[in-house]
């Protein structure tokens, strides 16, 4: 010991001297004014080269090293630096290298002396570099320790490597939260990039989700020492946010004192959307009213939802590791069984319908199956995965339909339904047939199309009535190219819409009362007819039966006459006969020859009437072919027959001829009688007059207008020049 020193200053100063790790003292500017021997091995520099220099000046200042930078500013003034902990230094090396030292600073008060290598006060800051005791009031000493050449250093650069290229974002702080590092991910994570990120605080990443509670926890863990390990939610740079499970490690020195912070990030953004959706996707199955199932290859369910149970009448968690057999009667799990079977063997999916009961809820229903094949996550085959659709009300109004469609293709009536705009929506056969539609699709066919245009109208306003939900009933006739005049029927519905309160449309049923309107109309007409000329008949008959008696009367006269009147019955009898035929026929029509026919029947009246001069002018080309009833030869006849037996001359004269027109055949029968009656015009035109009709001959006409209305066609009477009668019967052309 020597100048007045105490043994514990030159204790320390000695120490110093001989500490193997470099000692730099700096002044508040960040300038040295002392180091230890031990600062030449490490740093590279002379004690005079670095005296006086600021200690800024001799760490790497790499471009782009925002690290670096951030250090330098820190030296740079040096004022405070003992409140910062440690503090990672790279030093650039006399030589040019890189060496990273952990340094911790401590002030020193005013009035310290200066001292050389040996413990002599010489005053001067002398060659070791030991400051001058008046160079400076207040001096920071720094220990650099752990010093670790980058280039060289193996280990360090192994751990370099391994954050540099972590996946994880990764960044360091100190303990202010002032951001000192950042690996590659956290830029491609975050879209900072180094020098945007350093020198900043983590602020940066706030996406404003997270709670003030939540930030406060974390720093109270930390600065007690603790790893932080939860999720966050941040935002990038681009104002993304996204979810990351963070972990953040304080980084505490050999003193045990925290010097930084290590944060990791973990990018879950897509795992929580996956496991949102996930959730999502099990909401969904457990609302549903439909069984969806999963089992195993050996067929032990591993997942279903409540609706499975609630079928079964089973709780769900007993249902696991079972099957269907549990649950279901044996035949239809024997069933499921070999569906299930099949999907293992095929991998394909497969669709089935199947109707099992379930003893313990006493229920029983139909399910549209699909079963498909699932796969690991090793892509092997690990079972079936079966979504059940319950269809049982569907089958139930399916089989109700089924009904009611035979139902409505069964009967005897034309049933269609019309939408609002009067576009047909179905059509039974016999609708169909009537209106020559095929079996096709009838969608695209309108009400326009197929009801005539004398018609249109009112079932334009019948729909619209039906429409405005009022039921409509009405008879009406209408004339069928094939099946002549019919009488109809027709009842309109509104169709009911399950999606509005207006009707969806019009269902209309026509029921063809032709036949039996005719029949109680002939019924009635003949028991008229027949009542009127049997008690005429008898009572004449009766009355000369009593002149025979009294022998008032030549017998013979009077048989004859009574013989007369017979004739007339059977002949009214036969007309009434051949009426009931005509009515009791279906309406079918043919291509007839009507030329021919009148040829005929006037040869045939002619031979039988020979005082009566009967004739016929037909076409000599053949072509006056009409669409009529086998029965129109029976008409014509009665016309020529009519105007022979009814003429009040002794030579009658009765001309039949016959036209084509290009829609239509005409057969006209012209007399020089004395006319028709009108009674027996309304007969014969349109049937009117058949309530007033009591004798044989009207009966005849009646004949002829049943015939001519069932073949689609009409009657017109007219009189003749210079006396009699012309009728002409109009009849639909044949189709070629």
């Not at 470099?22 to 500017?29: A, G």
């Not at 390990?229 to 003193?255: F, K, M, N, S, W």
Request: proline share 5%; charged share 30%.
């Amino acid at each position: 010991m020597s100048s007045g020193r105490s043994p514990d200053d030159e204790f320390f100063a000695a120490f110093v001297a001989e500490c193997s790790d470099p000692v730099v003292s700096l002044d508040r500017e960040g300038t040295v004014v002392y180091v230890n021997p031990a600062t030449e091995a490490a740093f590279g520099y002379a004690p005079d080269e670095l005296l006086g220099r600021d200690l800024a000046s001799v760490v790497v200042s790499d471009v782009g090293d925002a690290g670096s930078r951030s250090v330098r500013d820190r030296l740079a003034r040096a004022e405070g630096l003992d409140e910062s902990g440690s503090v990672s230094v790279p030093i650039r090396h006399a030589d040019g290298h890189t060496v990273t030292f952990s340094a911790r600073f401590h002030e020193h008060g005013p009035g310290r002396e200066g001292r050389d290598g040996d413990g002599d006060d010489d005053g001067s800051g002398g060659g070791d570099g030991e400051p001058s005791p008046d160079d400076c009031d207040a001096v920071y000493t720094g220990i650099f320790r752990d010093g670790v050449e980058e280039i060289g250093g193996q280990r360090a650069e192994t751990f370099r490597n391994l954050v540099e290229h972590a996946g994880h974002a990764i960044y360091v702080t100190d303990t202010d939260g002032t951001i000192e590092y950042v690996n590659p991910a956290f830029t491609d994570n975050t879209g900072y990039e180094t020098a945007e990120a350093l020198g900043e605080t983590p602020a940066i990443l706030n996406s404003g989700e997270m709670s003030d509670e939540y930030y406060d926890a974390l720093w109270s863990t930390l600065l007690a020492g603790d790893v932080w390990e939860e999720e966050i939610v941040d935002r990038r740079r681009d104002g993304t946010p996204y979810h990351a499970h963070q972990t953040i490690a304080p980084v505490v020195d050999d003193d045990g004192e925290i010097t930084r912070f290590v944060a990791i990030q973990t990018d879950i953004t897509e795992r929580k959307a996956a496991t949102g959706r996930l959730k999502q996707y099990r909401d969904i199955v457990e609302q549903l009213d439909d069984p969806v199932l999963l089992q195993n290859r050996d067929g032990e369910f591993e997942l279903l939802n409540e609706a499975v149970s609630e079928f079964a009448g089973i709780p769900r968690e007993e249902l696991y590791g079972g099957d269907e057999f549990a649950f279901m009667d044996p035949e239809a799990a024997a069933e499921v069984d070999a569906r299930r079977r099949e999907v293992l063997e095929t991998e394909a999916m497969t669709e089935y319908e199947i109707s099992p009961t379930f003893p313990e809820s006493d229920r029983a229903a139909t399910f549209s199956t699909q079963r498909y094949p699932y796969y690991d996550a090793d892509g092997d085959l690990a079972g079936t995965f079966a979504i059940c659709r319950d269809v049982t009300e569907r089958k139930e109004r399916e089989r109700d339909l089924e009904r009611y469609e035979r139902a409505i293709n069964g009967a005897t009536d034309l049933i269609a339904a019309v939408d609002r705009e009067g576009r047909l929506l179905f059509a039974n056969p016999q609708y169909r047939e009537y209106h020559d539609l095929g079996d096709g699709d009838v969608t695209d066919v309108t009400l326009a199309d197929i009801v005539p245009d004398d018609d249109y109208r009112r079932v334009e306003r019948e729909v619209e009535s039906a429409l405005r939900g009022e039921s409509v009933e009405y008879r009406t006739t209408r004339t069928h190219p094939t099946r002549g005049t019919r009488t109809m029927d027709v009842r309109y519905y509104p169709l009911d819409s399950p999606e509005s309160e207006e009707p969806a449309g019009v269902v209309g049923v026509l029921r063809d009362v032709t036949d039996s309107e005719n029949r109680a109309r002939q019924l009635r007409v003949v028991d008229r007819v027949l009542q009127h000329n049997l008690r005429n008949a008898l009572t004449v008959v009766r009355g000369r039966a009593k002149q025979i008696a009294a022998g008032a009367v030549d017998p013979a006269d009077a048989a004859e006459y009574i013989v007369s009147r017979a004739d007339d019955l059977l002949e009214t009898s036969e007309k009434s006969h051949h009426i009931t035929e005509v009515l009791s026929d279906a309406p079918e029509t043919e291509p007839v020859d009507i030329g021919r026919v009148a040829r005929q029947v006037a040869a045939e009246r002619d031979e039988e009437f020979p005082n009566a001069t009967v004739g016929a002018s037909v076409p000599d080309d053949g072509h006056a072919t009409a669409s009529a009833t086998t029965w129109i030869s029976r008409a014509i006849d009665e016309l020529v027959r009519n105007a022979v037996e009814h003429h009040d001359r002794d030579r009658p004269t009765v001309a039949v001829s016959v036209e084509a027109r290009p829609d239509a055949v005409e057969v006209r029968v012209e007399d020089d009688g004395p006319g028709l009656t009108g009674m027996d015009r309304d007969v014969l035109v349109d049937g009117t007059a058949v309530d007033a009709l009591y004798h044989g001959s009207g009966l005849g006409l009646w004949l002829v207008y049943w015939v001519v209305r069932q073949s689609g066609g009409s009657a017109a009477v007219a009189s003749a020049e210079p006396r009699g009668t012309s009728i002409t019967l109009t009849l639909p052309q044949a189709d070629d």
